[in-house]
């Protein structure tokens, strides 16, 4: 098993940062790619950012130019920095960790919210 703390999130102006962290406890050598999704009031839960244990990246369109994830496998930790905030970025962030050997098992935090005034 896996476990996931996330921090970080809270109450910004628009056009501010945030930076989320989310630490992997467990059994940390079955993690493969991780990632961080929202969900907003009303809505679906959307992936955000991706990043492979090689540390290639992928991102919805957006937060492209915006956002930025990274990985420090020696702290087995997940960084989003967000830049240039806006209300639409509003919600409650979820860190996932995808097993290694199949993506079908997924591992979740407890989420965080981050809400953007305007």
């Known amino acids: 098993q896996v476990q996931l703390v996330e921090s970080g999130g809270g109450l910004v102006q628009a056009g501010g940062s945030l930076r989320l962290s989310c630490a992997a406890s467990?059994?940390?050598?079955?993690?493969?790619?991780m990632g961080w999704y929202r969900q907003a009031p009303g809505k679906q839960r959307e992936l955000v950012a991706t990043i492979t244990s090689g540390g290639n990246t992928d991102y919805t369109d957006s937060v492209k130019g915006r956002f930025t994830i990274s990985r420090d496998n020696a702290k087995n930790t997940v960084y989003l920095q967000m830049n240039s905030l806006k209300p639409e970025d509003t919600a409650v962030y979820y860190c996932?960790?995808?097993?290694?050997?199949?993506?079908?098992?997924?591992?979740w935090g407890q989420g965080t919210q981050v809400t953007v005034s305007s």
């Open positions: 996932n960790a995808k097993h290694r050997a199949t993506s079908l098992i997924n591992y």
């Open positions: 467990g059994n940390i050598f079955s993690i493969g790619t």
